[in-house]
């Protein structure tokens, strides 16, 4: 585990954006070069994906925003990100801003250099439009993370000396739906390798899916401040329904028959009919990334284990109804991997039949010493043992993935229609989705295949996978359907949160569980928890409600896993702070409220 700390003291050693932004980016060609052909602009473009997969811009740095699904080791309190104490010298968010403007600089070198020199490269529209594609994801993150950020459109060497001040969030907005557009227009299709398809590429309906992303936010910023930040609420949610329902329409995507495949190394190749977007990791190559180390399996390193920095929250293991093993198991395991390659812990064995009316209790939830991790990228087992080393694990982690799209096409229809429509079982439905109509249909769409599991257990190889759908269609006893006063149980699994939290109608009860919902999905992914809970306003108040621990747990458990957030979050946490270093060197910034 002290190996990270050598990993951490790295950031530390980096300086300003300015000076980041004085640097040439790394497998970035110059503008200098002019890219004189189609080649060269597309070893441009690489660059800019490689560095895409930096820790501090989508990788492990920035899924550990504070939330309430995970929390951090006694010992790594992340300069106070454990506890909500953080400051604008915080060195995560330092390197998250700079990170981001380190490809944003990188983005905006391609497309200067590429319609600069134009009449020379072949498809030359197409290396922009995946740079502007590139760049709107980087600004969403920067917006939502910060609010007003410097919105930097054009090549530069430095920002030294320009003092960029920040530009208001709605003309950012703008900037993203625009370049999303664009993009849109001249990007390819899923499997149109005769214009440029890669995997893991933005493609057009990763640009619709992020479209559906940015006006979701919109509406509920919207919502949440009682004034629209671009336009009305109930017109961006009807856009975002609108993009994601042309995904899902566009019948080129399809949930995984088997929740784990969309995670693991061995299995990226079913993985690729759900993911729209994604940073990519080849066993062998050196281009994974550390997120294994600290959302997976405890344990022996050396045999795909992973340190116990980040674990599963008290809160986050009990929204997982009795029968929704699969995604539980995956997404917050109650094991460690010993030095002998054995797996030891506490496993739910009552929960690999999916059908047990087995409750929780205390002699289920019992401590024994092992904690909950947040498995979801897990090491182990490793894809090549002897390609190994901490970041080669060759796991490609989605930033955007069709269950997303499905979550949120459910919330934008019960926002435009302010009701979650009608209800038709998820049996009739099929892992594509074409056929959905209402909120429920594609909400109990990804809940149906939350069914499905695979023979064994699944914390071994999953390798040959013999799937079990048996259960698949179960819509009253596995992973229930939601329907019409009905969504899903609290705790013990027996009280309808329909019951327990006086919902007056079917509309506010969705509009409230969705969230949940896409917590179980979707936890680690990225930073949509915490974008979830801030666009919803529910940030402080679920943060200091998670310490209603599960009642079942042990008082020595309890006194053990105590944080100390809900004391210390206020409203400055709604947003993050301006890195001291960035407004130490740009006299024009000013620091958020609070900090």
Known sequence: ??????????GLLLSSCSDFLNEEAKSVMTTTNFYENEQQARQALNGAYRELSGSNVTGYEVRE????????????????LSDFTY?????????????????????????????????????????????????AFLYFDLVRWFGDVPLVLESTKSLAGLDVPRTDKAEVFKQIINDFEYCLEHTMDKGDTGNGYQYGRMTKDACRGFLAKVYLWLGSVAQRDGKPLLGDAHEDFQKALDYAG???????????????????????????????????????????????MM???RGSQELGGSWDNISSSDYHRMIYEPSDSVRRLWNCPRVQLQED??????????????????????????????????GKFRRYPLANPSAYNYTNFGMDEPLLRYADVLLMYAEAYNEVNQSPGSYTPSSSFDLTGQSIKSAYDAVNLVRKRARIANEGIMHQDPMPRRLKTQYENLTDICVPDWRPGSYGYIYDGTRNPM?????????????????NERARELVAE???????????????????????????????ERNVLTTGAPENISERNMQLPIPQSEIDVNKNLKQNPGY
């Open 526 to 556: 990225t930073t949509d928890r915490w974008c979830d809970l801030v666009r919803r306003g529910k940030l402080i108040s679920q943060m200091q409600m998670w310490r209603i621990y599960n009642p079942f747990i042990s008082t020595t």
């Open 246 to 292: 042309q995904v899902i329409q566009g019948g080129r995507y399809s949930l995984c028959k088997y929740y784990p495949d969309v995670f693991d190394a061995k299995t990226r190749d079913e993985a690729q009919n759900e993911v729209l977007f994604c940073v990519e990791g080849k066993t062998g190559d050196n281009t994974g990334t550390w997120t294994g």
């Open 1 to 10: 585990m002290k190996k990270i700390y050598l990993f951490f003291a790295a």
């Open 341 to 374: 390659g054995t797996l030891w812990g506490w496993d739910y064995k009552i929960y690999w039949d999916t059908r047990s009316d087995q409750k929780l209790s205390e002699a289920t939830e019992n401590n024994n010493w092992v904690q909950w991790c947040i």
């Open 295 to 297: 959302f997976g399996i």
């Open 65 to 80: 925003l504070p939330n309430d699904l995970l929390k951090r080791a006694s010992w790594d309190e992340a300069n106070g």
């Open 499 to 515: 019951d327990y939290y006086k919902y007056n109608n079917d509309y506010d009860a969705f509009r409230n569980e969705i969230l």
């Open 87 to 135: 400051t604008a010298n915080n060195t995560y968010i330092t390197t998250m801003w700079q990170g981001h403007y380190m490809v944003i600089k990188d983005c905006n070198a391609v497309i200067d250099a590429v319609e600069a020199n134009k009449d020379n490269i072949n498809n030359y529209e197409r290396y922009v439009a995946q740079a502007r594609g590139i760049r």
